[in-house]
């Protein structure tokens, strides 16, 4: 209940109770209404800088998530871009130079990328360092990985052709390593059988009679059967590249003129056959018309075991 008010009445020496006019309890309502609405915005300015309001926070929840993001995509690009100088180091000093190939100039590795308007149209955010940074450095690692594509692309041609030039040259010996060497490339004063001095062109590998004769790299046979050169029967292989290899004396032959071998496939069996002083494999390189000393192009420290290991894996196609 409301108190009610009293004044004294001076003429009449009486309390008389106090009523204000309408006009002025209307003028004391607004003015309570103002009062409250200027206390209730202030309260809220000064809740909404400290606290803030639940939709602000949630935004400024998601800043700070998006700039952690941010950071996390910094350190991975940072990663990436230390394994694309891994690789063109390694292209720079490993592949173009095994390759005869020329090393990319640092000019063209450094050279720009794409324009600017990007970056422009970026400014003027409350995060534009953040969007700059991110969208430069990715901008550098699609440079830097073009680059490194349009050197791969010539690389791999030529790293292909090298393969399979690889698989071509003889590399390995004809006959089971521990078969004794006989007489290489040398002028012999009185040749074994014939007696006369004459060149000795290829390397002798004493074998007894029937001893498996293999491919020393893949070919195709230009010869295959009898020789009227005093190989008796024999084997002739174009590898390409410049490369033949010649296989003479043998028992008998197991491939025919125009097939395909591979390094490691059997082509004969060792013999005495043609102008021969007992049983062994005669074998010739010539690389471009020319005679070259086969001791050059196999390794002489395989083991029995190791050598035939190797053939069986080069017939079955487990290695090149």
């Known amino acids: ?19 204000l006019p309408f006009t002025q309890k209307l003028a004391r309502f607004i003015l309570g209404l103002v009062v409250s609405a200027i206390l209730a915005t202030g309260y809220g ?11 602000e926070k949630k935004l400024q929840t998601e800043l700070e998530e998006i700039q952690y993001k941010y950071k996390l995509l910094e350190n991975e690009f940072e990663n990436i871009g230390h394994e694309l100088a891994d690789i063109a180091v390694a292209e720079d000093n490993v ?30 955010y409350e995060n534009t360092d953040i969007l700059l940074s991110a ?50 490339l040398k002028f ?21 009679t029937g001893t498996e004769v293999f491919a020393t790299g893949t070919g195709v046979v230009t010869r295959a059967g009898w020789s009227p050169y005093g190989f008796g029967n024999m084997v002739e292989i174009d590898h390409g590249y410049g490369f033949k290899t010649i296989y003479g004396h043998l028992q008998s032959v197991e491939v025919t003129e125009g097939q395909t071998v591979v390094r490691g496939g059997r082509i004969g069996l060792s013999g ?25 192009f196999f390794d002489d420290d395989l083991t029995m075991e190791e050598y035939n290991k190797m053939i069986n894996a080069l017939s079955n196609g487990d290695i090149n």
């Open 1 to 19: 209940m409301l108190r009610k008010k009293y004044l004294l009445d001076q003429k009449e020496l009486i309390y008389k109770e106090y009523r």
């Open 45 to 55: 300015i000064i809740f909404k800088h400290l606290f803030g309001s639940p939709k």
């Open 95 to 124: 592949y173009r130079p095994v390759f005869d190939m020329e090393k990319i100039s640092s000019s063209f590795r450094q050279s720009g990328f794409g324009g600017t308007r990007k970056y422009t149209e970026l400014e003027g």
């Open 135 to 184: 969208t430069k450095k990715v901008d550098e690692l699609l440079r830097r990985t073009y680059i490194q594509s349009r050197s791969f692309d010539e690389i791999i041609p030529i790293a292909s052709d090298w393969k399979n030039k690889i698989e071509h040259i003889p590399f390995i010996r004809p006959v089971n390593v521990n078969i004794p060497l006989g007489e290489g």
């Open 188 to 208: 012999r004063e009185k040749h074994p059988v014939l007696g006369s001095p004459r060149w000795h062109y290829g390397q002798d590998f004493q074998s007894p």
């Open 272 to 296: 005495s056959t043609g102008i021969s002083s007992g049983p062994h494999l005669h074998y010739e390189i010539h690389y471009n018309g020319k005679v070259q000393n086969p001791l050059y």
